[in-house]
């Protein structure tokens, strides 16, 4: 292999040199010559001693401009390459960049080929704005690569990318690859030095030219992509350049991921299965359809990809997991997906895996495990308050609700003012009819949270079921309607206020409005309740109809079918 450019080495090294010469160290590592080279003989007069001396303990005090100075005559008069490289440090740390840039000069005499040396005036030069001197230095250099000269600017580009003055760098860039116009490496250099001063029109002008000269070359076109608006320009520039070069791997990633940000969920699957083609076992692109296809609702693509991306061992596997053990479960292989949730050991899948497990155990007839293994999560989790909620949640489905109010009342004696608690004790409450101790509840959860809107929706819906006070109701819906004006929960709540209120038509418009943005069993059971109040019985069947395919246990919504059943 060939050696590192010189030119490319000169620019890797800058941002490193910059800093070890901003923070003098110690003397005697600094001034430890690290290339082979012939020291002078010189003698240790006492004239050098003290001047070294008073260079060093100014140094030392903090006091770099007579540190560098000092150090500057000791250069000339002994023409040390230790010496003269620490009166370039100290003169870099003073910022006197022409005593520093003068030590270089004295040490590149000593050593021409030192590379440290050129790096360090390199950066000062840069500091000190001496764009044009620093481009025509550079410049000799990039002339001497010769058909590498593309490659050697491009790595100069990123040696540059940490130099905190962004403009004077696209400046030095202008310069650099004025003489290489045929070049598209050259334009593309100049375009990403451009687009980190936030001048898209030079470069978009850049990134063009470079386009015409290598219409295939994969990195302009990322680069264009990148400065186009993203959306709708961006997708058609990279679907149009795939189409030409549907080998590009990097480009068909950036276009699947542009899609995804976009919400095209199902082209951009396309996409990552027409990558995974060409990478079968990169875990990203495994990873990436079997979301996609999550997302998109193919659930039988998405559980092989994910499948074999845990077998491949690489990453965080634990979501990977999570999905399978959902996929499980939707497919009724409900052992299996217990073995694929108890497999998530960590991350912010494992409090959601342990509750999905035992809601699993639970449809198996196991509830006595199922709340065993909450209790146990419970204790090792720090009393997450979410695995309290779950348990009672497994009661009051199993029709336990006497047991399910007194679970949460024994943790409410624990967390007295726990806002979660309060609610599911409330809901519970509600449950057995008990309206005194569901409002007591709901405002001692209003009085904590004063500006979530839950508590208000809670108890104006109440209200209004029980079809009790509902002027209240309708206060206490509006408050929170105000706190949270696209709930769709919160407008069912408005509109089954309404209804009670004999307010049909307002009712109508408002659950309307619920239902297309949440179509809920409950909300789905209002609106059709409405839709037969006011004589449109084949309008709220074929509601409750729709309802039911999609939520055929709901209790709300089976009761509202079965009351109005011919």
């Known amino acids: ?111 021409p080929g030192s590379q440290q040396a050129k790096q360090m005036q390199a950066t000062m030069l840069l500091a000190g704005g001496r764009i044009d001197e620093l481009a025509a230095n550079l410049g000799r250099d990039l002339a001497a690569e010769g058909p590498r000269v593309g490659d050697a600017l491009l790595q100069l580009v990123r040696g540059f990318s940490r130099y905190p ?47 015409e000269l290598r219409p295939d070359w994969e990195p302009a076109a990322l680069a264009k992509a990148e400065l186009l608006p993203k959306g709708r320009p961006q997708l058609e520039f990279l679907k149009a350049w795939l189409g030409s070069n549907p080998g590009a791997q990097q480009a068909r990633l950036g276009f ?34 079997g979301i996609l296809s999550l997302q998109v609702n193919a659930v039988a693509d998405a559980e092989l990809p994910l499948r074999r991306y845990v077998e491949l061992g690489r990453g965080d596997l634990n979501p990977a997991r999570f999905y399978l053990g959902q996929i499980a479960e939707q497919a009724e292989r409900l052992d299996d997906a217990i073995r694929w949730y108890d497999l998530v050991d960590g991350g912010e899948n494992l409090l959601p895996a342990k509750i999905r497990a035992a809601r699993v155990l639970a449809r ?3 509830l006595d495990e199922a709340r065993a293994r909450l209790a ?25 609700n006497d047991e399910a109010f007194a679970f949460f009342a024994k943790a409410l004696e624990v967390q007295p003012d726990q806002p979660d608690l309060l609610y599911e004790a409330s809901l519970a409450a509600e449950k057995l009819g008990q309206l005194e101790i569901v409002e007591r509840l709901l405002r001692r959860l209003i009085a904590l949270k004063p500006e979530s809107p839950q508590g208000y929706n809670a108890l104006g819906y109440t209200f209004a079921d029980h079809n009790v006070r509902l002027d209240e109701a309708a206060e206490l819906v509006d408050k ?58 084949d309008e709220a069947r074929d509601i409750w109809r729709e309802a039911a395919k999609t939520h055929p246990t709901n209790e709300a919504l089976n009761a509202t079918i079965k009351r109005h059943q011919p």
């Not at 400046?171 to 001048?199: C, I, N, W």
């Open 1 to 111: 292999m060939k050696p590192l450019l010189p030119v490319a080495a000169l620019a890797l090294g800058l941002l490193a040199i910059g800093a070890s010469a901003q923070t003098p160290g110690n003397p005697h590592v600094a001034m430890a010559a690290k290339e082979a080279v012939d020291l002078p003989r010189q003698e240790l007069t006492p004239q050098i001693l003290y001047q070294y001396l008073l260079a060093e303990i100014a140094a030392q005090r903090g006091q770099f401009g007579l540190a560098a100075g000092a150090y500057l005559d000791l250069a000339r008069g002994t023409r040390d390459p230790r010496i003269v490289r620490r009166a370039a440090e100290i003169a870099f740390h003073a910022r006197q960049f022409d005593t520093a840039l003068e030590a270089i000069s004295i040490w590149l005499s000593i050593e």
């Open 165 to 211: 003055d962004r403009v004077a760098v696209n400046r030095l860039f202008v310069a650099l690859t004025k003489p290489y116009p045929q070049l598209a490496e050259a334009h593309l250099a100049l375009a990403q030095t451009a687009m980190s001063v936030g001048d898209i029109d030079q470069a978009r002008g850049a990134i063009d030219r470079a386009l």
């Open 364 to 366: 198996q007839k196991k």
């Open 480 to 537: 929170a309607l105000a706190l949270a004006p696209d709930d769709s929960f919160i407008l069912d709540s408005k509109g089954w206020v309404l209804f009670r209120l004999g307010k049909f038509e307002a009712a109508l418009e408002t659950l309307k409005r619920a239902y297309a943005k949440q179509p809920d069993a409950e909300i789905a059971a209002h609106l059709g309740e409405v839709l037969w109040k006011l004589g449109r019985a």
């Open 376 to 400: 146990a999560a419970h204790a090792t989790m720090g009393g997450d308050a979410r695995l309290i909620v779950a348990e009672g949640h497994l009661l009051r489905d199993a029709g336990r």
């Open 256 to 289: 699947a991921r542009a899609l995804v940000g976009e919400k095209r969920y199902e082209e951009a699957r396309a996409e990552f299965r027409t990558l995974l083609e060409a990478n079968p076992d990169n875990p990203d692109i495994l990873y990436a359809v």
